[in-house]
């Protein structure tokens, strides 16, 4: 990974000493304090005659739809920063904020920042729409290093041989004793403000010709960096919740649950114990019932092991087993999102507005929080009833769920040029029937149940690099069984076990595996002698070349959805990511041409060799519209 940095003096890409590292105190500096009209009307002046520069937010909290404008932090060269603060009362902050509106808002000029969208939504809510290219220092580390730290205080040090001034040298640490930065005096607030974007804008210098060097310039400008204004847009709009019916659930949820608990007792012949003591459990289980056979799995302490992969183990060895499972499930289910989403509903808006964040995994996908959509469970029935409390913001409108069709695997198709795969795809025939078809060689009509499922299992788990372990494992068959079934599977496509030889030798060769755009995913441990170590690189290198081209396929789509949604004025807006689904708020009389829109920017996102496929569907909530 170090060359990637090379003559950057960085070497590592890890941190230096702290001792060694140049500060605030060490370093000439001129950062400026722009506090009265006048200074500020200068300020706003030299920046409209620029191409580009760096602004920074200095806010009352964390959650950018919330927080209050502090001031802003202005640099467009090194060592040198403007900092203007904006008054607390909303004529005072309107004023301010006039001032630089027209340098903001202007799309000539480019506009740097570190984790932009932050600042995007923080100014959006007080009535400023950045225009302009952006430059994010965050996502493009994110690009460069998709396995590191991605935070400036990383990257500064990293990078800079420079420690930034923490946060908490100015508001104290954090508790209930925290200061706002408003309580900050005003000059202390300019150095440090002026400080980070003064960092900000060092650090796009150093990754912006090193974006076009790797080959991400292309990727950095037309997929990651629009996205940060799709995702905020996103961010702001929220999606309603019905936290009546959540309540609702809740309840029914909470009878299951005691049903259960007297279900479980009655199999373990009336004793009475805490189910949700992993303790007493394992006792009941393991010595009083004796599953299990003679020796049952024990935690480093000596109690006996009731995690949930050593009881999917034993679901047929008594009738208690999966009745503990279920009950489980939904204690889980109840307490982690039936219960806590309606807390997260913000009262202004009657929605949940979940963060989405788009440096974090190293795949490319996008993952949230609060709540964390990606979590929430669709494999069960009761599961699933989670989506019915997400709705549409009124009568007027439903929700529409567009979601890729096997992606990843198409995405083999395309990269490893098998003629099987794609024929199946091209022909738009099951593909799980089809490889099951040519695996156990029976027509494609005569394939059963349990033949889809295996053929089902092998196109997944090839896709993760499973070996023929992990397949017995899923299937529950001998593993000279699943090695024979494998075996198969390669006879009858060979272009994928060539895709998979080929992505290993380009990784040894290069260090790295891309996507079809272009993202790299680092793997130093492909030449490692441990071969546990390495076999799970080369696992990597044969998976996320393809699950990282499908989160590159979704980003193009959303992009271009959000383009065209805004260019014909549309009502309708975009209001979830989840995996390969996208969700809409629709107004019911836009909804054919909401839907045709989807389907061309989601179908049409890149040129493959079989087609991309978008299954679609509306509805009063999420759950029909899925």
């Known amino acids: 990974q170090g060359d990637l940095f090379s003559g950057m003096d960085e070497g590592s890409g890890e941190a230096a000493e702290l001792e060694d590292l140049a500060t605030i105190a060490t370093v000439e500096h001129t950062y400026h304090l722009a506090a009265d009209p006048a200074s500020q009307e200068r300020l706003a002046e030299q920046l409209a005659d620029l191409k580009a520069f760096c602004f920074d937010t200095e806010t009352t909290g964390l959650d950018e739809r919330k927080a209050g404008l502090v001031g802003l932090s202005f640099s467009w060269k090194a060592h040198e920063a403007w900092y203007v603060p904006v008054p607390e009362d909303r004529e005072g902050c309107d004023a301010v904020l006039e001032r630089f509106r027209a340098v903001l808002e202007d799309p000539a000029i480019e506009k740097v920042g570190q984790n932009i969208k932050y600042d995007l939504i923080v100014l959006a809510m007080h009535g400023v729409r950045i225009q302009g290219t952006l430059f994010d220092t965050m996502l493009a580390h994110y690009l460069l290093q998709p396995e590191l730290r991605h935070n400036m205080d990383y990257l500064a040090e990293t990078y800079l041989h420079y420690r930034p001034v923490p946060i908490t040298e100015l508001i104290g640490p954090k508790g209930k004793g925290q200061k706002s930065m408003r309580e900050v005096a005003v000059e202390q607030v300019a150095e440090y403000a002026g400080e980070d974007a003064d960092i900000t804008w060092q650090l796009r210098d150093r990754f912006a010709p090193r974006l076009k060097e790797d080959e991400l310039g292309p990727l950095f400008t037309d997929v990651e960096m629009p ?43 009336g004793i009475d114990f805490n189910i949700d003591s992993p303790k007493q459990l394992g006792d009941v289980l393991f010595e009083t019932l004796k599953i299990g056979g003679e020796k049952p799995k024990r935690t480093k302490t000596g109690q006996y092991q009731t995690s949930e992969d050593v009881l999917s183990t034993l679901v047929d060895a008594h009738p208690v087993v999966p009745l503990v499972l279920e009950y489980r499930a939904l204690r889980k289910l109840k307490s982690t999102y039936v219960d806590t989403l309606p807390d997260m509903v913000d009262p202004a808006t009657g929605r949940v507005h979940t963060s989405y964040r788009q440096a974090v995994a190293a795949t490319g996908r996008l993952s949230s929080e609060s709540p964390n959509l990606q979590n929430i469970p669709i494999r069960t029935e009761k599961g699933r009833e989670i989506r019915k409390a997400f709705v549409p913001r009124d009568e007027d409108h439903l929700l529409l769920s567009a979601d890729y069709s096997q992606i990843e695997l198409r995405v083999i198709a395309h990269m490893s040029g098998d003629k099987g795969l794609q024929e199946a795809f091209s022909k738009g025939l099951d593909i799980h029937a089809a490889t099951a078809a040519k695996v156990f060689g029976v027509d494609i009509d005569a394939v059963d149940r349990e033949q889809r499922s295996r053929a089902k299992a092998v196109n997944f788990g090839i896709a993760y690099g499973q070996g023929a372990f992990g397949l017995s494992q899923t299937l529950g068959i001998p593993r000279g069984e699943a090695a024979a079934i494998i075996e198969d599977y390669f006879a009858q496509f060979p272009g994928v076990r060539s895709y998979m030889d080929t992505q290993i030798a380009f990784a040894r060769e290069h260090g790295y595996v891309k996507t079809l755009m272009g993202r790299r995913r680092y793997l130093p441990d492909i030449t490692s002698g441990n071969a546990t170590v390495r076999s799970a690189a080369e696992r990597i290198a044969i998976n996320a070349p393809m699950q990282g081209t499908a989160a590159d396929i979704i980003k193009v789509a959303m992009v271009h959805i959000h383009e065209r949604i805004a260019r014909e004025g549309l009502r309708s807006r975009m209001l979830l990511q989840v995996h390969d689904e996208l969700v809409f708020d629709v107004q019911q009389a836009e909804a054919d041409r909401v839907q045709a829109l989807v389907r061309e920017a989601m179908e049409g996102a890149m040129e493959l060799d079989v087609p991309l496929v978008v299954d679609m569907d509306m509805g009063k909530n999420w759950l029909e519209a899925h």
């Open 227 to 269: 996205l940060v204004r799709v995702l905020a847009d996103m961010e702001m709009e929220g999606i309603r919740l019905d936290v009546d019916a959540l309540r609702k659930f809740s309840r029914e949820l909470g009878e299951d649950i005691l049903k259960l608990q007297d279900r479980i007792r009655e199999a373990c012949g």
